[in-house]
């Protein structure tokens, strides 16, 4: 029972360019939750998924960013036209039903070069 | 105001000693969740609690729900435990297991 998988571990984005991270739940889980982390702060959320629903975006930033999570295969938080500020650790976690089993994936280290 | 306090920032013990890390929020919550990350790495579940007490090898984990308060306790700590501990809660007034994070603790265990 595999945990939650999130590729790419690490990324390395020019400035302008698209970054797409891939975030596949624990088997059995339906909610999704994104996170960042900056360098040197405390992890903030950013977007609240069930199958093929956003249900809370209260922390995503309003531009360049979006999420989504489809009824077949891994969720995506997409990031457009990448600045230097958008470098951070991305993280996913999922869950059952919101009591039980809140797992963390390994992260994606984003870096804008 | 940070709605999810930690103390101490830092906290540098040798093996062998036992550590407490301290957590007080500010919101109703409907569980506490204590997460351990090493550096470059994942973060890792170590307990989550709505009262009373857990206990895990080492680890114990504390919540007074009154006081709005939680504690994290290593027990003959080893120097494989230095990592950062992170105290996040699950608000009563926010969706879902949505969590808020505390800015973490960072031990350090010297041999």
């Known amino acids: 029972n595999a945990g939650v998988m999130q590729n790419p571990r690490h990324l390395v984005r020019r400035r302008g360019q698209e970054a797409r991270l891939r975030c596949s739940p624990m088997?059995?889980?339906?909610?999704v939750y994104w996170y960042r982390q900056l360098p040197e702060e405390g992890l903030k959320f950013m977007v609240y998924l069930q199958k093929e629903n956003i249900i809370d975006e209260s922390g995503m930033p309003k531009e360049r960013f979006s999420a989504e999570f489809p009824k077949e295969g891994p969720s995506i938080l997409r990031i457009q036209q990448v600045v230097r500020g958008d470098s951070a650790a991305y993280f996913c976690a999922s869950s059952s039903d919101g009591n039980y089993g809140y797992t963390f994936g390994s992260g994606t280290r984003l870096t804008v070069v | 105001k940070n709605e999810v306090e930690q103390s101490p920032q830092n906290l540098t013990a040798q093996e062998g000693e036992f550590i407490t890390i301290n957590c007080s929020y500010s919101v109703g919550i409907s569980a506490l969740h204590w997460l351990q990350q090493h550096p470059g790495g994942g973060i890792v579940s170590l307990f989550m609690l709505s009262s009373g007490k857990k206990k895990h090898g080492r680890l114990i984990a504390t919540i007074n729900i009154q006081e709005k308060h939680s504690s994290l306790h290593i027990t003959a700590s080893h120097p494989r435990d230095s990592a950062v501990y992170i105290c996040?809660?699950?608000?009563?007034?926010?969706?879902?297991?949505?969590?808020?994070f505390g800015e973490g603790t960072q031990l350090t265990v010297n041999p």
């Open positions: 088997k059995g889980h339906s909610h």
């Open positions: 996040a809660v699950r608000s009563v007034e926010t969706s879902g297991s949505r969590l808020t």
